[in-house]
C-alpha cells in the first residue's frame, strides 16, 4: 500500500516533467489512433462484406462486362437463393470534387440482398415505379441537400452525357458502419440509353451479386458458377464479397502499409521519449531507491516502484488521447467524408492503443529499472547531498 | 573465536576495497574489534579513512571481501542479498547525513515505511510511528512533507524512522553534518538519550570532535586501518 502510495506521489512529483510527458503520449495515442482509424476505414468495406454473398465478374478484368443472359443460369445453380447485378456509373455530380459512388442496380433484389441498406417501404415502392428514380445514402443526401422528389443531374465519365435522375428513397445504414454516401438507381435505365446508343454494348453488366443459403456453401456455389461457363465467351470469376473487397484494397496496399509503419513510427518516438524521462526520473531518485533498499525492501519492490510510475504516467497520457480521439476522429471524419464514408474508433483500434501505451510503459522501465536494482546501496546513497 | 556475552558485533580481519575499473583500491585492512551491546561508539578519522565503509559492512549495506562480521547470533558476511536485506530490516537502524527522507511521504509515512516489511496490521504500525513521532518531539508534524521541515526536525523524523522497529543496532553516519550548531546539540542529545535511556547500541561516524564527545568510546581510522585500542570518551 505505501509503495502504491509512493509510485503514484512520485509520478507526479514533478508536475511539469509528467505533464509534458503525459501530453507526448497523449498527442501519440491520439496520432496512432487516427491513423489505426484511417486503416480501418479502409477495409471497413470488407468488414461489412456478408459471408452469405458471392461477386461474380468477368474473368479477365472488373472492366469487362458480362451478358445479363448469365443471371437465369445462375439463379438455377443449388444454394443460390437471389440474383442481383449492376455497373458502376462513374457520374460526377456538377464537377469532380463531389465524387460519391454510384452504380445502377436491379433494385428490388439488391435491396433484398443488401438488407443493411435500410429503405422506407413506400419509398422502396416509389423508386420501382420510377425507371428514372434513384436512392441515396442519408450522409449523401444530407451533404447536397437533396430531398425526396428532387431532380439530380449526373455527368457520365464512362457512359457519356447529362443523365436525370429523381430522389425517390434515402437509405439509412442499419448500424453506423454501414455506407451511407452512396447513389443507386435503375440498371434499366442505363441499358434502355445505351440501347438506342450502341446496341452492342447493351444487355451487359458490370458483376452479379448472389445470395446463397449458407456460408460453408460458398465454395462449392462459386465454383459451380464459374464451371457454368467455362470455355464460354465471357468466363467468369466468383469470390466471397469480402474476397472482392479484399482485391480492391490491395489496389491500394501500399499506402496502407505506409501509414501501418508511421503508426508505428509515432509508438517508437514515444517510447523514446517516455524512456528518456523514466531514465531521469529513476537517476533523480537513485538516492530514494537506495534509502528504500537500506530499509529493507528488495528488487520486486524496487520493480513495482518504476514500472508502476511508468504504467501511471503511460496510462495517464493513454487515457486521454483515447478520449481525445473520439472527438478527433469525427471530425476527421467530417472533412474526409467523401473518402471515408465510414470513419469510426473501432474497439480494436482502442484495444491497440492500449496494448501500444503497455508496451511503452514496460520497454520505457525496464533500463532504468535493472539499473536501480544493480546499483549498490552505497553508492546509491553517495549521490544524495 | 567465541563471542563474548555482552558482545553485540564482532569483528574479525575484515578487508575491503573497491574496484575502479582495473584499478583495485584497498579501503580496510585487517580489522578487528567488538561493540559491546549498549554501546555507544564513534568512529573518527579523516576523510577517506574507511570509517563510512566500515559502517556500512556493520549496516549490512556492503560486503566484505575478506574476515566475517557477527552481528548478534548472525554471521551477516555469509548472508545473500536477499537475506541482508531482511536482516536489516529487522536489525539495523539507520541515520544519515542528509536525513534520506522519502520526499513524498509526509513525516508519518517515513516513520511508518519500515514498518511495512512487518507483520503487524495497519493500526498497530500508525500507533507505532506516531510513538516514535512522539518520542522524538515531533506529534505535531506528522503531516508535513520533508520539504515542509527544517534540517533538525528532518533528521528527528529520520531518528524516528530509525528506532520505530525497535532494531539492535543504530547506525548514524554524520548526523549532524548537515545541520547548524543549535539542531546538531539537539540530535545528539537524542542520540545519547537512546543509548543512555533505551539502551540501544549506537554506532556513529563523525569527524566532528564534539560528535564524537557524547561517545562512550572512540575509535580511529586511518588509511584503512584501526591505528589504536578503544579509547573511554574523557565526557
Not at chain 1, 35 to 48: F, H, P
Not at chain 1, 190 to 216: C, H, Q, T
Not at chain 1, 230 to 251: D, H, P, V, W
Not at chain 1, 289 to 314: P, Q, R, V
Request: proline share 4%.
Amino acid at each position: 500500500m505505501m509503495l502504491l502510495k509512493i509510485l503514484f506521489r512520485n509520478a507526479f512529483h514533478n508536475k511539469l516533467r509528467s505533464s509534458l510527458t503525459i501530453l507526448g503520449i497523449a498527442v501519440a495515442i491520439l496520432a496512432f489512433g487516427l491513423l489505426r482509424t484511417v486503416i480501418s476505414s479502409w477495409y471497413s468495406g470488407v468488414e461489412a462484406a456478408s459471408t452469405t454473398r458471392l461477386v461474380t465478374r468477368n474473368a479477365i478484368s472488373i472492366i469487362f462486362p458480362l451478358p445479363i443472359s448469365y443471371q437465369e443460369k445462375i439463379r438455377q445453380i443449388a444454394g443460390v437463393k437471389i440474383v442481383s447485378y449492376g455497373n458502376w456509373f462513374g457520374g460526377v455530380y456538377i464537377e469532380e470534387k463531389n465524387f460519391f459512388p454510384n452504380f445502377c442496380v436491379e433494385p428490388k433484389t439488391y435491396f433484398q440482398l443488401y438488407p443493411e441498406f435500410v429503405l422506407d417501404p413506400l419509398q422502396q415502392k416509389a423508386l420501382l415505379a420510377d425507371r428514372k428514380g434513384f436512392v441515396a445514402g442519408r450522409k449523401l443526401a444530407e451533404r447536397f441537400g437533396w430531398k425526396i422528389g428532387d431532380t439530380v443531374i449526373l455527368k457520365g465519365t464512362i457512359y457519356l452525357g447529362n443523365w436525370d435522375f429523381v430522389l425517390r428513397g434515402i437509405y439509412h445504414g442499419r448500424d453506423e458502419t454501414i455506407d451511407e454516401t452512396q447513389f443507386f438507381f435503375h440498371w434499366t435505365y442505363l441499358n434502355e440509353v445505351i440501347k438506342k446508343r450502341s446496341p452492342n454494348w447493351a444487355d451487359k453488366v458490370g458483376f452479379y451479386m448472389i445470395g446463397i443459403s449458407r456460408p460453408d456453401i460458398a465454395p462449392d456455389v462459386a465454383l459451380a458458377i464459374d464451371n457454368a461457363f467455362k470455355n464460354s465467351l465471357a468466363e467468369t470469376l466468383t469470390e466471397t464479397e469480402k474476397a472482392f473487397n479484399q482485391g480492391f484494397i490491395a489496389m491500394s496496399g501500399a499506402i496502407v502499409t505506409a501509414i501501418q509503419m508511421v503508426s508505428f513510427v509515432v509508438i517508437f518516438i514515444i517510447m523514446a521519449v517516455v524512456a528518456n524521462t523514466m531514465a531521469m526520473t529513476t537517476r533523480e531518485r537513485t538516492g530514494d531507491y537506495s534509502i528504500i533498499k537500506t530499509l529493507g525492501f528488495g528488487a520486486k519492490d524496487i520493480t513495482i516502484l518504476i514500472f508502476g510510475e511508468s504504467l501511471i504516467i503511460t496510462a495517464t497520457g493513454c487515457i486521454i488521447g483515447i478520449i481525445l480521439t473520439f472527438p478527433a476522429a469525427k471530425a476527421f471524419g467530417h472533412s474526409l467524408a467523401n473518402y471515408f464514408p465510414v470513419f469510426l474508433v473501432s474497439a480494436e483500434t482502442i484495444y491497440y492503443d492500449i496494448a501500444a501505451a503497455f508496451l511503452i510503459a514496460v520497454l520505457a522501465a525496464i533500463i532504468p529499472t535493472r539499473h536501480a536494482i544493480r546499483i549498490r546501496i552505497a553508492d546509491g546513497l553517495r549521490r544524495i547531498g | 573465536m567465541t563471542q563474548q556475552n555482552n558482545t553485540i558485533v564482532e569483528i574479525r580481519n575484515v578487508y575491503k576495497s573497491y574496484h575502479r575499473e582495473s584499478l583495485i583500491v584497498p579501503v580496510l585492512h585487517d580489522i578487528t574489534f567488538d561493540i559491546a551491546e549498549g554501546e555507544f561508539l564513534a568512529l573518527m578519522g579523516p576523510s577517506g579513512s574507511g570509517k563510512t565503509t566500515l559502517l556500512n559492512l556493520i549496516a549490512g549495506i556492503d560486503k566484505i571481501d575478506k574476515g566475517t562480521i557477527r552481528v548478534g547470533d548472525v554471521d551477516i558476511s555469509t548472508l545473500s542479498e536477499t537475506e541482508l536485506a531482511h536482516w536489516r530490516a529487522n536489525s539495523v537502524g539507520f541515520i544519515f547525513q542528509f536525513y534520506n527522507l522519502i520526499p513524498v511521504l509526509k513525516a508519518i509515512e517515513n516513520v511508518e515505511l519500515p514498518l511495512h516489511l512487518t507483520s503487524l496490521p495497519t493500526k498497530e504500525r500508525r500507533s507505532h510511528a506516531e510513538m516514535a513521532l512522539n518520542l522524538v518531539g515531533l506529534s505535531h508534524r506528522m503531516d508535513h512533507y520533508p520539504g515542509e521541515m527544517s534540517g533538525g526536525e528532518q533528521q528527528r523524523v529520520a531518528i524516528a524512522r530509525a528506532i520505530v522497529t525497535d532494531p539492535t543496532i543504530l547506525v548514524a553516519d554524520e548526523p549532524t553534518g548537515d545541520l547548524d550548531r543549535v539542531s546538531a546539540e539537539e540530535i545528539l542529545s537524542m542520540i545519547e538519550r537512546l543509548n543512555t535511556e533505551m539502551g540501544k547500541t549506537i554506532i556513529m561516524v563523525t569527524h566532528d570532535p564534539r560528535a564524537a564527545q557524547r561517545a562512550k568510546i572512540l575509535r580511529h581510522l586511518d588509511k584503512g586501518y584501526l591505528n589504536d585500542d578503544a579509547s573511554q570518551n574523557p565526557l
